[in-house]
């Protein structure tokens, strides 16, 4: 126990019970600027059994909440953050997908994103005057579908690149960046867990697009962005691969992550055509110890933010 540092317990019934701080004498809760002295922020015992015994004996009386379950050591200390990953925050541990803290350090990069993802809004709406999207349309392909598709992708990948790149991860290859360097976003942000629907078409089913991005198999297994490879390098040969529900959702990646980087609040601010277009149907459920904590120090002053590198 004496190891651990920041950590949350985690009831029975899945519920996080706030942050705390062990110091080696006993636990404190984050934030509380006289925790010894504060009803229900501390707790002391002589050794460390005595203090797994007394968390699970004083949560019970203090929260109501049952006796913990086990004990999550935060994978960040308060007030640390991964850049350009948004999650939710110890304070609002079920408001998925949270937010990326310090988000005016990004505001160029997220207006010129939402732009393009207008632009992108507005060609998909402009096909789907012509070409009624309902499932037996789906497999549809055409020249204004294909362009699609390749700007979609394009800013997909302009997404991944910067990340990796704000994290100073290197390609594998040493020269470029390839899927086998992109899947490793899939599981720091959870990227297949996103759901996106249509407003304006809500006959359709939510899309998945990162549903099945397998590490094995990185490009083929997203047919969407296997579908842009393709028909980008060899047109004449796949352009049956230009299909309709390819570039929908392609469209639906490129919300995916600007939401999975900086979270709804700022992907929808001053552009109320983004949240009128896209409904998120699903957001990533964290493990409470994968949350970002507020950044009040052990004596409850607050310390500011601080950015680090996500361990790839």
Known sequence: MAEIKYFVPINNEGTPCFVWYFDGK??????????KNSPKSYIAANSEQDLLAAIATQFEDFFNYGAPHVLKQMKLKPGQYYSRMARPTDIKSSESPGNCPEPKLYEHEIALSK???VSLMDRLKQICQTIHPVTETYKSYGHEIRNLLILACTEVEAQWKSILEIHQVSPQNGKYYTTKDYAKLNQAMHLNEYIISLTHYPWLSGFHPFKEWDSDKPTESLDWYDAYNKVKHDREKNFQEAKL????NAVCACMIMLLAQFGRQQVTRARQEVAHFFELIEAPKWCASELYTYPYTYDGITSGYTSIKYPF
């Open 26 to 35: 006993g636990v404190s809760r984050v934030g509380i600027p006289d925790p």
């Open 115 to 117: 732009g393009q993802l």
């Open 245 to 248: 529900i390819h570039a929908i």
